[in-house]
């Protein structure tokens, strides 16, 4: 049973205009979550987090949202650039609140068009 | 400072042979991890390391075998490679913050 999911493979958006994307978890214990984003041909790199006493996390045009209620996150990047375009991964940690063993979401396309 | 460094960046195996994937970090960090990422599957964990010495399975370890004698050093070792393990291999290395992992580059691995 998938502990994250992202239920939108991609998502495409004009430059300037804000990009949403989801992230959906079955499990309220966990502690923190984590966004990663990935180019091709290169590894993840991290983005964001939030701590699940938090329900925003702002870094600069990136902003992380959680909701527990409806164990649901989004990741809010606005402007939307062309270099934003990556898969997008939301990923959660396994155990005791420590990082050390991530499991991620199927991730999400997104292609921002100039 | 490197980083992350894994070795090779591709391979080609036939059915059936062994080989090992190389991963080294220069950070100091205490925790290391094996993921694979296949097409529509995200990435998803093989093994995983929270010191030297210790190891242990994640989500889809059947094949393949890793060891911490360092470290500095997290090499993952592909018993007998099957088509079903072409993929692109990627560790990673934390330090135990919520600030996440360090990737290295990736290995694509072609198994024929």
């Known amino acids: 049973d998938q502990q994250v999911k992202q239920n939108s493979p991609s998502l495409s958006v004009q430059e300037g205009r804000i990009s949403i994307l989801n992230c959906d978890y079955t499990n309220s214990m966990f502690d923190y979550f984590l966004w990663y984003k990935k180019y091709p041909a290169e590894g993840p790199t991290f983005l964001i987090s939030?701590?699940?006493?938090?329900d925003k996390n702002e870094d600069g045009r990136f902003t992380v949202f959680l909701n527990k209620s409806a164990k649901h996150l989004s990741l809010h990047i606005v402007p939307s650039q062309p270099g934003d375009s990556a898969v997008y991964f939301c990923?959660?940690?396994?155990?005791?609140?420590?990082?050390?063993?991530?499991?991620f979401g199927k991730g999400t396309l997104l292609t921002v068009n100039p | 400072n490197a980083g992350v460094t894994q070795t090779p960046k591709f391979q080609v195996l036939k059915t059936g042979q062994s080989m090992t994937l190389q991963c080294a970090q220069d950070?100091?960090?205490?925790?290391m991890s094996w993921y694979r990422q296949d097409p529509g599957m995200g990435l998803r964990l093989i093994h995983y390391s929270v010191g030297a010495g210790i190891t242990d399975q994640g989500e889809v370890p059947n094949g393949y075998n890793v060891s911490r004698s360092t470290t500095e050093d997290f090499p993952l070792r592909l018993l007998s490679a099957a088509p079903s393990q072409t993929s692109v291999y990627f560790c990673?290395?934390?330090?135990?913050?919520?600030?996440?992992?360090?990737f290295g580059s990736g290995t694509r691995l072609t198994v024929v």
């Open positions: 950070m100091n960090h205490e925790y």
């Open positions: 939030i701590s699940s006493i938090k």
């Open positions: 990673a290395s934390s330090p135990g913050t919520v600030y996440g992992y360090t």
């Open positions: 990923a959660v940690p396994n155990s005791g609140g420590s990082n050390y063993k991530l499991t």
